[in-house]
């Protein structure tokens, strides 16, 4: 698993993996989501790229200054690949998405995977 962990630190991903895809209805939220929010971006950029009913919005959570909001931290794929100077937010990853997955199957075991201790990191 460590050897994952590092490939994943180091950036040796496939951008697939990593993207998100939520559904988005504009106009219905008080706390806008990361979903969203790209779809807003898009919006701004081309009229035409407006979500449909029920359309999904991918996008992915990249590296930022410490402390910011996740929402502060979301693009598109298509944006992602198009500046490359953007790094995947490994440690979110890690940490939200992936540790809480193996979390639910481990806390069975009684082991507490988002201790750094259990990955050798």
Do not use: C
């Not at 050897?3 to 008080?30: C, M, P, T």
């Not at 996008?59 to 910011?68: A, D, T």
């Not at 199957?105 to 009684?110: A, Y």
């Amino acid at each position: 698993m460590y050897k994952q962990w590092s490939k994943i630190l180091k950036g040796h991903i496939n951008l697939k993996d990593f993207i998100f895809a939520k559904e988005v209805r504009l106009g219905q939220y008080v706390s806008i989501p990361p979903a969203a929010l790209v779809s807003i971006e898009n919006t701004k950029k081309d009229p035409m790229m407006a979500p449909k009913y029920q359309e999904r919005v991918k996008y992915v959570v990249i590296s930022g200054k410490q402390g910011s909001r996740v929402k502060d931290l979301v693009v598109s794929p298509d944006e992602y690949i198009k500046k490359h100077n953007y790094k995947i937010n490994s440690k979110y990853y890690i940490e939200n998405v992936i540790n809480n997955a193996l979390g639910r199957v481990f806390e069975t075991f009684k082991v507490d995977v988002n201790v750094e201790e259990f990955w050798g990191l």
